[in-house]
């Protein structure tokens, strides 16, 4: 499939998918969550991606679902199975990945958008970059994982007043309020996102796919079933070339190389 609103290329290690709509803040179009889909299929491990990176061309990240590609008078079917179709696949699709997902928040992320950035796994925003939750001004509710993530990450009153009021959030204050990883400096945003991409894709990357997964499932699990899955994690990931590496490098006062597996 050749790409018309996204660009996406695996080098190194590193899987790039940028958005790709500037004029419009990179809002999602129904072709272009057919791109995103047909992209997303390719990260594998087959295709040497130990790290995706998601991102937006221009001056936003992304604006959430483009109101102009609803179709008109859009019923409430149709926004159910956009949904359907395309927002909870992709959500899930992220969260599944079994390598690390780091979202560079370039810009404005708004809705869907905003949401999108925080089903990724580290989510990093230049300073000028802000998140906000405008469905309740067009008489919507926070998709794409909105009222799961928000709670969590923020706690049941800032989750509230994002979601209700719709009050754009800045990325420092993001940062601060622990809904996101990192705020940048818009001149050093470029180079640190860099440099956390080359780190993850010389990590551990089975490691840190159970690590992901372990830490998700926690959101609805007891202690001891957390143990639990920790323990069958460590199994699967004790038999793996690279503990042995890492414990050998530890050992020998080296810095251990890391081949995902
Ligand atoms: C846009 C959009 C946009 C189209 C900027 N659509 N053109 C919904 C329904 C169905 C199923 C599933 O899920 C969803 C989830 C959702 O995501 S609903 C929420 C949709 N998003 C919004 O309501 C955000 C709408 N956008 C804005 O509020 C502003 O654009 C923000 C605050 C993001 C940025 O404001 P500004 O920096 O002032 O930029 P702008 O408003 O001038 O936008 C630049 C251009 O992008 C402009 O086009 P134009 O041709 O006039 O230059 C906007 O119309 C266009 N654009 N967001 N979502």
Redesign the pocket.
């Known amino acids: 499939m050749s790409y018309r609103h996204i660009e996406f290329d695996t080098t190194g290690g590193i899987a790039r998918l940028t958005l790709n709509r500037p ?3 990179n ?1 999602l179009t129904a072709a272009m969550h057919e791109e995103i889909r047909d992209a997303l299929a390719q990260v594998t491990r087959e295709s040497g991606a130990r790290v995706l990176l998601l991102t937006g061309a221009g001056r ?1 990240f992304c ?6 590609d ?1 179709a008109p008078n859009g019923s409430a079917i ?2 159910a199975e ?2 359907e179709k395309y ?1 909870a696949p992709l959500v899930r699709k992220l969260r599944a990945l079994p390598l690390p997902v780091v979202c560079a928040v370039n810009g ?1 992320a ?4 905003a949401n999108l950035a925080l089903a990724c796994d580290l989510v990093l925003a230049k300073k000028s970059a802000s998140f ?1 939750e ?2 309740c ?2 008489g ?1 509710l926070p ?2 994982g909105g009222t799961y993530f928000l709670p969590r990450l923020l706690g049941t009153a800032r989750a509230m007043g994002m979601a209700m009021l719709g009050t ?1 959030l800045s990325a420092a204050q993001a940062a601060e309020w622990g809904l996101i990883w990192k705020c940048l400096d818009d001149e050093q945003f470029e180079m640190e996102v860099e440099a956390l991409l080359a780190e993850l894709a010389n990590a551990p990357t089975l490691a840190l796919a159970h690590t992901k997964q372990a830490i998700y499932t926690s959101a609805s699990a007891t202690l001891e079933e957390q143990l639990m899955v920790e323990r069958d994690a460590m199994r699967a990931l004790g038999h793996t070339g690279d503990f042995h590496e890492g414990v050998d490098a530890f050992l020998n006062k080296r810095t251990a190389e890391f081949h995902g597996r």
Not at 63 to 68: M, R, T, W
Not at 110 to 113: D, E, L, Q, R, T
Request: no cysteine; net charge negative; aromatic share 6%.
């Open positions: 004029e419009k803040l809002s936003g604006a959430g679902q483009d109101l102009a609803l149709d926004l956009a949904i927002y404005v708004a809705g869907a958008g906000l405008p469905f001004k067009i919507l998709d794409t754009r």
